[in-house]
């Protein structure tokens, strides 16, 4: 079935540090869309991406979206702690409906 | 914005009882809902797809008796997890999607079971 990567799994930066998540699908995507989790929460959705080679920015955060749609990466400028949390970008293929596929998430943690 | 109520968000039972989950959209209507289980650390599976006035249709290898899930009406779906063991505590979460033109998925704030 499908695989939705994310690496790293953890990472820890101090506060004002750039932070990058990327992410790796076993197959092609109709789009991907990006949550994040805070400790002890529910994922709140961040962004959709659908064309190929799509870049979005919010703010300090930057989407990016592989040409071959298997891919794409979330950027964080200069952290800030409430940063915080896990981030998990979530696809979805052709054929499939609604249904998401998650990724197995990076969990960020910012100190100062 | 699309908002999704989920409760309870936690519950003790003993092992072999049943617990239901609420999942309701308070703004918005559902065809489709969406339960996920998620464990410590660990990303969010996919258990079954609610669909309002049908079967859930169930992912591979969660089982439809153990996990009964219903969708009555468009703005409610109920997840029941029956004859509950220790193995099933876990972090269960609901989602849905919001209106036309909204197309993350909103989802509710979990129900924590732990099963002793």
């Known amino acids: 079935g499908q695989q939705v990567m994310q690496i790293p799994q953890y990472q820890h930066v101090q506060e004002g540090e750039d932070f990058t998540t990327y992410c790796n699908s076993s197959t092609t995507l109709s789009n991907i869309q990006w949550y994040k989790q805070r400790p002890g929460g529910h994922p709140v959705f961040l962004i959709q991406?659908?064309?190929?080679?799509e870049v979005k920015k919010q703010k300090r955060l930057t989407f990016q979206f592989g040409e071959a749609k298997k891919n794409s990466s979330l950027h964080i400028t200069a952290t800030q702690t409430t940063d915080v949390g896990t981030y998990f970008c979530a696809g979805r293929t052709a054929g499939t409906a609604s249904k998401l596929t998650f990724g197995t998430g990076t969990r960020l943690q910012v100190t100062l | 914005g699309a908002v999704v109520s989920q409760h309870p968000s936690r519950v003790i039972c003993k092992s072999g009882t049943s617990v239901k989950i609420e999942c309701r959209s308070l703004d918005f209507q559902a065809t489709t809902m969406f339960w996920y289980r998620q464990f410590p650390k660990q990303s969010l599976m996919l258990m079954a797809t609610s669909n309002e006035g049908s079967k859930a249709t169930y992912e591979q290898g969660v089982e439809k008796d153990k996990f009964l899930i219903n969708h009555a009406s468009l703005t409610l779906s109920t997840l029941t997890v029956t004859s509950a063991h220790p193995e099933d505590s876990s972090f269960y979460i609901c989602?849905?999607?919001?209106?036309?033109?909204?197309?993350?998925?909103?989802f509710g704030s979990g129900t924590r079971l732990t099963v002793v």
């Open positions: 989602s849905a999607q919001g209106q036309e033109g909204y197309y993350g998925y909103t």
């Open positions: 991406l659908v064309k190929s080679g």
